[in-house]
């Protein structure tokens, strides 16, 4: 069974411009979650999509938001970039049949980086 | 507003020795998950060991286990007899809703 897999693995932007990121989960899962890591920071959730539907997100400014397709695909978009932005962007997959994905096992993808000049 | 400490911004310990991470989280929930992830320089997270708030028995994989103090809410892992594949960044968390992860340990193997 393929793992998930995000793409791209790299990407360089400037400031201003906007990026979107794509994220396939495992098959049959249908949730998807997805967190930023940086040095700073360290790991933050950003939103959690099961069904097409958001049903969970931290506390990231509206600049960043995501979307689930009804193949359970999801795509993380970044508006606006600023310099700050600049991190690994991690997605996760999880089954999920009750209850939010949280307590459910997570699995990860490899993650995008991300950088800002 | 729930958190996650890991005390140990980095860690060493001779292969075939044992270490212990620590992680401390504070909430005021009953019932909630807490996982150990383990990152190693490839990046993809990857699930050590989940502990069930509501399990009083410490949760145990290979060589792998927590000690799991849920009055004191602490949440340690210990690994055995270590490998050098063991080398990597371990990530403690805790979740009610959503997932909360503490800061990170890296741990170093010496061979």
């Known amino acids: 069974k393929a793992g998930v897999t995000q793409t791209p693995r790299y990407l360089i932007k400037t400031r201003g411009q906007q990026v979107t990121l794509s994220c396939s989960p495992i098959?049959?899962?249908?949730?998807v979650s997805w967190y930023q890591q940086t040095p700073g920071q360290g790991l933050q959730f950003l939103f959690e999509y099961f069904s097409e539907t958001q049903r969970n997100k931290g506390n990231f400014p509206g600049r960043f938001s995501g979307r689930q397709f009804s193949n359970s695909r999801s795509e993380m978009n970044v508006s606006t970039l600023e310099l700050g932005d600049s991190a690994l962007y991690l997605c996760a997959s999880s089954l999920s049949p009750v209850g939010t994905a949280a307590k459910n096992i997570q699995y990860f993808g490899a993650g995008t980086r991300l950088s800002v000049l | 507003a729930q958190t996650v400490t890991q005390s140990q911004p980095e860690m060493s310990v001779q292969e075939a020795e044992t270490v212990t991470l620590s992680c401390t989280y504070d909430?005021?929930?009953?019932?909630?998950?807490l996982f150990w992830y383990k990152q190693p320089p490839s990046r993809q997270m990857i699930l050590v060991i989940r502990q069930e708030a509501y399990k009083q028995q410490n949760a145990t994989e290979n060589r792998f286990s927590v000690n799991f103090q849920k009055a004191a809410k602490s949440f340690s892992l210990k690994i055995s007899d270590s490998q050098l594949g063991d080398a990597a960044m371990y990530f403690c968390a805790y979740t009610e809703d959503k997932i909360i992860f503490g800061k990170g340990t890296r741990l170093h193997i010496l061979p």
């Open positions: 098959s049959g899962h249908r949730s």
């Open positions: 909430t005021s929930e009953s019932d909630y998950y």
